[in-house]
């Protein structure tokens, strides 16, 4: 099988995790070839299977993204599909997943800097968090607690997109995120998990950030109410991860990430191993 996992011009061979992936996929026979997405030299039909991985570029060129996949799409198998990247790279998905009765974190959307959202919020919650509805790593992300910082972030963020407003989780600030892989073969199956804890004194747990990764073993509850949101989910995919948070001891929806996640592989070897069943299962 010729496959691509798909990355952007700043890792031209994907992230370490990619390249466990690739490894694996070559050792079971496969042809496996990293591409730049924007690259227009590349005939996109000589592939098999493309597979979505490290094209963390693609919230800067969002609708040439998105032609770009439909266009692949038309003729080799997208994974995940144009379906379900149109659906999930604005995160108004998360007000869909709660009028289905998912419990995820609060949230309003508004692309006007007049917006009264915001402040609402600031009464309800004593600091709130602002971002851009189509972001990534926490880029552009502001925690605020008075009406001046409001303003501020509200007009660097309204220039460039609508504004997400979600009250800060304090408990992301100590114990972090954890975030749970699964692999789609026929059905979800979860994979494996890891807690994201931000450095001291930061409420972002990226990496980029001075977050940490550790294992996390999820309970039963907390894999079946996963299983839940991803029954919302459209179109045909191959990986999600599905961020959590704990509020007052109830977990909540932080995100779907169905895009560009990252996978924590270096974490699971089995989690690689299920990921190239699937692979080698989505022809059949």
């Not at 999600?240 to 996640?261: F, G, K, S, T, Y």
Request: charged residues 25%; proline residues 4%.
């Amino acid at each position: 099988m010729k496959i691509s996992l798909v990355t952007c011009n700043k890792l031209l061979l994907g992230t370490n995790d990619d390249q466990l992936l690739a490894a694996e996929l070559c050792r079971r026979g496969h042809h496996v070839e990293f591409k730049v997405w924007s690259d227009n030299s590349i005939n996109w039909k000589h592939f098999d299977v493309i597979v979505l991985r490290s094209t963390w570029d693609y919230c800067e060129h969002l609708s040439d993204f998105l032609k770009w996949a439909k266009s692949v799409e038309s003729h080799s198998l997208l994974l995940n599909s144009s379906q379900t990247l149109s659906w999930n790279h604005e995160k108004k998905y998360l007000l869909e997943l709660a009028e289905k009765n998912i419990s995820v974190v609060p949230t309003k959307i508004f692309s006007s800097s007049e917006s009264k959202d915001p402040f609402d919020l600031l009464k309800l919650y004593p600091q709130i968090v602002l971002k851009p509805e189509v972001s990534a790593s926490a880029k552009n992300t502001f925690k605020v607690q008075s009406e001046e910082q409001v303003r501020s972030a509200v007009k660097s963020i309204t220039a460039h997109s609508r504004v997400i407003a979600q009250p800060f989780i304090s408990s992301v600030a100590k114990e972090g995120e954890v975030s749970l892989v699964f692999v789609y073969d026929k059905s979800w199956s979860y994979s494996h998990a890891v807690q994201k804890i931000p450095k001291a004194n930061d409420f972002r747990v990226q990496s980029e950030h001075g977050g940490s990764v550790q294992d996390f073993i999820p309970s039963v509850e907390l894999i079946n109410f996963s299983y839940q949101a991803l029954s919302c989910v459209p179109g045909r995919c191959l990986l999600a991860r599905v961020d959590i948070v704990n509020w007052w001891q109830q977990p909540l929806i932080m995100e779907i990430e169905l895009i560009e996640p990252e996978l924590f592989f270096r974490c699971s070897k089995k989690g690689t191993q299920k990921v190239v069943q699937a692979i080698e299962n989505s022809l059949s």
